[in-house]
């Protein structure tokens, strides 16, 4: 995704902006590339001089593209990304459950200061200020773990939440929807014993992702056979456009 010395010394030197797309094109034909800008070119990082895979989004804090970049957390001082969205999922639910677990425990001491069986002032100070921490973290988390949930549910990431993405053929929300399981498989893998255990399963390199279109094109109860097998020599030379057919398909 690089572009070589010689690329990027020619699409530097070149100021004419629209030759500078086509050549941006030209140079994506032989990529797994299928999401675009709002114009609808090739999406290109200036700064990381790299043509962005799809997912991909500069992080101007970590100054570097980020793979399948969710967003950059300042609570972990890193970006999240198909490299640790797993496990920023996971500290979600532990800290959730470490939040409820403070909570209830301390919650029995507050009902002893409510009653005026605690006579020690520290205590006091000490048992209220857990409880409204734990409780305050608790509520915030879960509003969080459950915003992310949905985000997987859907295979969503929060940018393309809230910036659908674009495809060849136009806009799609839903671009990478495969259905409920295959959405969590994305981001957990595909052994269940190992979705919570903090270890890689992601499965894929974060370079390329399935995508609805495809993954439509290829149930033989979603598509017509007659009119796959008319156009199987145009998409087997022009990939991109079978995934543009598909998804305007969608829309």
Known sequence: FHLSYTDKERYENE???????QMLVDMAKKLPVYTRTGSGAV????????????RCHHCSVCAMCVLKMDHHCPWVN????????????QFLAYSVLYCLYIATTVFSYF??????????VRSKFHVL???????????????????????????????????????????????????????????????????LIPIG????DGHSFPMRSMNESQNPLLANEEPWEDNEDDIRDY????????VETET
């Open 111 to 120: 009902i002893k200061y409510w009653r005026g069986e605690l006579p020690s």
């Open 43 to 54: 999406r290109f990082c200036d700064r990381c001089h790299l043509i962005k895979p799809d």
């Open 201 to 204: 399963s992601s499965p894929g």
């Open 78 to 89: 890193n970006c999240i990304g198909f490299s640790n969205y797993k496990f920023f999922l």
């Open 129 to 195: 200020f857990l409880l409204f921490v734990a409780c305050m973290f608790f509520v915030s988390l879960v509003i969080l773990f459950g915003y992310h949930c949905w985000l997987v549910s859907r295979n969503k990431t929060t940018l393309e939440a809230f910036c659908t993405p674009v495809f060849t053929s136009g806009p799609e929300k839903n671009g990478f929807n495969l259905g409920f399981i295959k959405n969590i498989q994305q981001v957990f893998g595909d052994n269940k014993k190992f979705w």
């Open 239 to 246: 990939p991109e456009c079978s995934s543009s057919l598909a």
């Open 15 to 21: 100021e004419r902006p629209e030759v500078q797309k």
